[in-house]
């Protein structure tokens, strides 16, 4: 909770850090911080990867499918900023829950 309220507060801080995004082939083999990886090819994206926001290093796969679930949209605004939708809400490990709303983490 502490470091949630501390995330929070860092973010209020860093009004620029927002999340980039970025289409590649396929899982990079280090993730970088504060970025999202659109897994995919030929116009077929069906995964996202990023670190987990909390700072615990945790990867997280997001997944594009939607025959597959739970399943997520991402959408990139005309500002180059990305949203992804509905939350992420990881259930073991840190327990985050979080939406990524145009490039910024806002947290539950
Ligand atoms: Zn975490």
Redesign the pocket.
């Known amino acids: 909770m502490l470091k949630r309220l501390f995330n929070w507060l860092l973010g209020l801080i860093k009004h620029d850090d927002l999340y980039k995004y970025k289409f590649v082939d396929d899982v990079p083999e280090s993730i970088s911080s504060g970025k999202i990886y659109i897994v995919g090819n030929k116009g077929y994206h069906w995964q996202g990867v990023m670190l987990?926001p909390?700072?615990?290093k945790?990867h997280l796969y997001i997944n594009f499918i939607e025959e597959q679930h739970p399943c997520w949209t991402y959408k990139i605004g005309g500002e180059k900023k990305i949203t992804l939708h509905p939350s992420l809400w990881?259930k073991t490990?840190?327990k985050?829950h979080f939406f990524v709303k145009k490039g910024k983490v806002v947290w539950v």
């Open positions: 987990c909390c700072g615990c945790e990881r490990g840190c985050s």
